[in-house]
């Protein structure tokens, strides 16, 4: 939804609600594991510096590298990534593109006694992104890519959702080391919302009953002497709805009263949902060379508030036209030529000021399992993770294989491996030396690359464990 959506999520992959570098599980000398297993304590204590002492980020497609879904969150109209035979031909029925990271305002954790307390306060946020081949398809039809018979012409595009998230997480944990075999962990979450936002297309049919056009008509560029020649109807009927929630966001309308533009103003953000959520995890150790462990994390949800929350639906009616109408053909035209595929104009969104009230929506959770075999005195894992990130529209699964070799309680080094999401083509590296930290699960490939994340910290070490 142009500027304001391009805004949203560049916040959401600048700091965002991410499923942590999975490189980090099996890192003793790391304390990021405990985003995605709070019994998983680090060795030391640690106080992370404003925004440099924890950033992450990621982005993720199952088709689209990331120019791709660059042009297309920008709804730029004079985009021609969808022109190319190339990128239609690697597009799945349906197309999903997702942005997440994470930013420290402050965090801290240290030991006392066999429990470590951590507290953290964090900015998050999350973009999802879904787009149908059949909305890339019609878009082709209209640039004059495919043949057609404008007399007898039908598309019809299902599904198809766009969602944001921002908020901040205040956060204390607690990891409880039970005996030499087991150990509990658990946090509790208050969350600040900041913004909402929630698009959905259930679906947009076009239809033409049109003589006189060359099925080889490019739209974008046609004549309008050309198109008065020519006879019959055409309609538009698409089924959408929109929420959102977020100081700073504004939605302009056109002249007709639909929204045709969004902006929004970051320095405008401020609180208008409160929310909880919860962290639980464990970690058996039946002896000093295998551990198994698990956990959830991210369980909650924020409320936004009646006064900062709009809803808009669809309403079509009036895009229907007849060729015995002067002008009507170059309407139809400036609603399905525009080459975006968020196009506001043939969403017809109207506000409607008496469902402005109150929403609950969830916040995204994470489910990890674990298996480590410690070697060399504990000196050398090797660990497989397996991660279920129950995110929308889509689950994002994963696999992770790692080697860790951790000499000293400063030093640590990992490679590792994901195979699921990028069909294989992942190693990942992370790298703990002394307070620095570095790790990504996906190595950036260039502009084509489907996956990439990376984390980057400098944390002040603390105390170690005192009870061994």
Known sequence: MRAAIVALLVLA??????QSVRSTYFMEGAQYRLQLNPALAPERGYINLPVIGHTEASVRSNTMGLNDVVDIIKNSDDA?????????????????????AATDVIAAGFWHGKGFMSLNMTVKADGNLSVPREMFSFMRDMKGMNHNDYSNYLRDINGGDLNVNVYTELGFGYTRVINDHVSLGGRIKGLLGHGNVSLKMEKAVIKTNLEGLDPDLDWTTADPIMLAKATGSASVDVKATLESSAHGLNY??????????VEFKAGKMGVCGLGAAMDLGLEYSP?????LSAAVTDLGFIRWSKGNTVRAYSNTSDLNYDSNNPGDLMRFTDVVATGKALNLDMMRLYID????????TNITSTMALGAECRLMENRMHIGALFTNRFSKPENQSE???????????LLDFTLSYSPI???????????KLGPLFIGTDYLYMGKNTK??????????????RSFD
Do not use: W
């Open 421 to 431: 999401l990028c069909s294989g083509q992942s190693i990942g590296l992370a790298m």
């Open 252 to 261: 302009k309308l056109s002249r007709d009263g639909y929204i045709d533009d």
């Open 287 to 291: 002896n000093d060379m295998f551990s």
């Open 353 to 360: 000021e008496q469902e402005a009230k109150a929403r609950t």
């Open 80 to 100: 021609d990534y969808f022109t190319t035979d190339k990128f239609y031909g690697k597009l799945k029925d349906m197309n999903h593109a997702s942005a997440t």
């Open 451 to 464: 996956c990439c994340n990376a984390l980057v910290g400098i944390s002040v070490p603390l105390g170690g």
């Open 399 to 409: 696999l992770t294989f790692s080697f860790n070799y951790h000499p000293r309680s």
């Open 13 to 18: 992959a600048a700091m965002g609600n991410a």
